[in-house]
């Protein structure tokens, strides 16, 4: 579906076009043309490719989708793929996710055209910022690609608060009194959303490093400072990602040595009560024998006697183990 398809010379709008119009536009000195689809059909991939003469191989990339984020040069243009991570509520039957979207953006000289799949995101707002700045959009669709990724890895900070703000909720719950499956549970969760994240940063902070410092290509030329400030976001939310799995990993440990710790004063009461109880028992049975010789057979207060001393026995016994902290 198309968006919208606006042509721009010397950083100012010039008037929002046809299809059929575009290469009229792009023939014209110092005029590119912007160019947004959503969730495309591949009749509109394929005249796109006829009106920008893109690459065979990046309209492949871009019609199957499910792309590694990445950024390829072909010529003088450039194929850009990025990740649109988005979450998704929690609801009553499922815990909290997240949609992966994908844009793609094809970059040349005089064009740029951005291909949104599988997310509800637009970027309108984009459209609208680098409006404002016609200084800006002097540089052509370099800068069009510098502010699609920026508003790109903008989104990535929200999802990173999210997550540091859930884990620490985990982290509260590991040391109150609850199901320790339910914790290592969200844990593995929340690790498996920060690998999606990552799966997201990684290779686009990787592909980045082409655009700014040595050579870098031609449409970029000129925003070479402004990738290099895509980068350093980029190597901000990697290192906040490593940080969230670090600290997961040692949630795991802690919560399974939480329930070793459990297990093990579980383990001292029990042993606790049956030593005590194993001398009821032993003084049980040695009186409880009946032999004609024992002295306390006869005795008036043998009875008593062997309970008082049972009994003593088991205070003494339960008084040094809930000294000792077992009981």
Known sequence: MLINCVAYQHGAKLADIDVDSISDYIARPDCFVWVALSDPEPEELAMMQSEFGLHE????????????PKIEEYGDSLFVVMHLVEPISATADSEATFNVGEVDV???????????????????????????????????????????????????????????????????????????????????????????????????????????????????AGSQEYFRDVVDHLSRINGSIESIRDTISTAVHVN???????????????????????????????????????????????????LGLI???????????RKAGWL
């Open 57 to 68: 191989l990046a309209v492949e990339d871009a019609s199957h989708g499910h792309q590694r």
């Open 106 to 220: 094809f970059v040349g000289l005089n064009y740029v055209l951005s291909v949104r799949s599988r997310s509800r995101s637009g970027f309108l707002g984009v459209r609208e910022r680098c409006e404002r700045e016609p200084e800006l959009l002097r540089n052509g669709s370099g800068f069009v690609l510098y502010a699609l990724m920026d508003a790109v890895v903008d989104r990535y900070f929200p999802v990173i608060d999210a997550l540091e703000v859930e884990l620490e909720e985990v982290e509260q719950q590991i040391f109150s009194q609850g199901e320790p499956r339910a914790s290592i549970k969200r844990l593995y969760e929340l690790k498996q959303r920060a690998m999606v994240l990552k799966h997201a940063v990684a290779p686009l902070l990787e592909g980045a490093g082409k655009l700014h410092g040595g050579r870098v290509p031609q449409i970029c």
């Open 256 to 306: 399974l040595s939480m329930v070793t710790i459990s297990d093990g004063e579980v383990t001292k009461r029990l042993a606790a009560w049956a030593s005590i109880f194993a001398v009821c028992t032993a003084f049980a049975g040695i009186w409880g024998m009946n032999f004609e010789a024992m002295p306390e057979l006869k005795w008036r207060y043998g009875y008593l006697m062997a």
């Open 311 to 321: 009994a003593a026995t088991c205070g003494v016994l339960y008084w040094r183990f």
